[in-house]
């Protein structure tokens, strides 16, 4: 038996109907690649585990009472036997290009280990996203900083060195074991053929407002994680623009109001520009309306956070 090339870890609660469609796009992209598959199944009251264990001697079925999904993949990683680990979610599916890419990455590390890599998932072609392109419509030539879990390639020696991800974070443990990895001299190595697809994305505003939320969860975690992430500190000064703005309003400061509400959009428009470059207001002005959208969620998140720490 070759020796065992690749883990992929899939983190997985309530996807019964989805990790068939997971596994079975891991198999097809790796054939030929000596692989394993540890479905880590976070206390799924559906048929997950049925659905997990039916689908071939080389799927490793893990029930996993962890508190976070950082926990759940950590608990993966730790029965893995892969040199290399592949972290993606069970909604996420591999596209065709997936093992040139990983060959690249090979053939660019034969014995460096100081690298992480994956990349940023794309929206299906076959399922509407709210927004549109949103989450795959950035600058094409913008490298990305820090490697989202839904798709995270690591060495296993690297990912046990630096002892997997901060379990005490409910979200942006991704972010912050890319920032760890990246302060351990690191080299976050992106390669255009590694392409996944999401099918989680939200389908309208009211899932991309609790999507959201809930990714912001992380960054409220403490006051260390929360002063260390740009984005709870501009959504924070987003929030407190707009107590301003109304407090503006109602006492008749209309030279104030306007200041505020000034300075309250150019925080979505400066996104907008800093994501997408620099484009006519016009062909913009939905996007500014979905970044106005997310760091209202984002500054959200403090209320999950304390309905999460209070509520027993």
Not at 248 to 260: S, Y
Request: hydrophobic share 45%; with cysteine.
């Amino acid at each position: 038996m070759s020796e065992l090339e690749i883990s992929f870890i899939i983190p997985c609660k309530n996807e019964a109907n989805m990790i068939k469609r997971t596994v079975d796009s891991i198999v097809k992209v790796c054939n030929g690649l000596c692989v394993e598959i540890i479905v880590c199944d976070n206390e799924s009251t559906d048929d997950t585990e049925k659905v997990a264990s039916s689908l071939g001697d080389n799927v490793v079925y893990l029930y996993s009472k962890a508190v976070t999904v950082a926990g759940v993949r950590n608990e993966g990683a730790s029965i893995s036997y892969g040199k290399i680990l592949v972290f993606v979610d069970a909604d996420t599916v591999l596209g065709d290009s997936w093992k040139s890419g990983y060959y690249a990455l090979l053939n660019k590390n034969t014995i460096n280990t100081n690298w992480f890599s994956g990349s940023h998932v794309l929206e299906p072609k076959d399922e509407k996203c709210f927004p549109e392109r949103w989450y795959d419509d950035a600058i094409p030539h913008k490298k990305n900083k820090y490697m989202n879990s839904a798709h995270f390639i690591v060495p296993k020696i690297t990912f046990n060195l630096l002892r997997g991800f901060d379990e005490n974070l409910v979200s942006g443990e991704d972010y912050e074991f890319s920032e760890r990895l990246i302060n351990k001299g690191c080299e976050l190595q992106n390669i255009r053929e590694l392409v996944a697809f999401h099918y989680g994305y939200p389908r309208n505003i009211r899932e991309f407002m609790i999507r959201e939320s809930w990714h912001g969860m992380g960054d409220f975690s403490n006051l260390g994680y929360f002063l260390n992430s740009k984005v709870a500190l501009i959504s924070t000064v987003f929030f407190i623009l707009h107590l301003f703005c109304v407090i503006a309003f109602f006492t008749g400061a209309v030279d104030e109001f306007i200041i505020l509400a000034f300075f309250t959009i150019v925080i979505p428009i400066a996104s907008v520009i800093k994501k997408f470059g620099a484009r006519p207001l016009g062909a913009q002005s939905r996007k500014i309306a979905v970044f106005y959208l997310y760091f209202l969620a984002r500054f959200f998140s403090l209320f999950r956070v304390l309905a999460k720490k209070y509520t027993y």
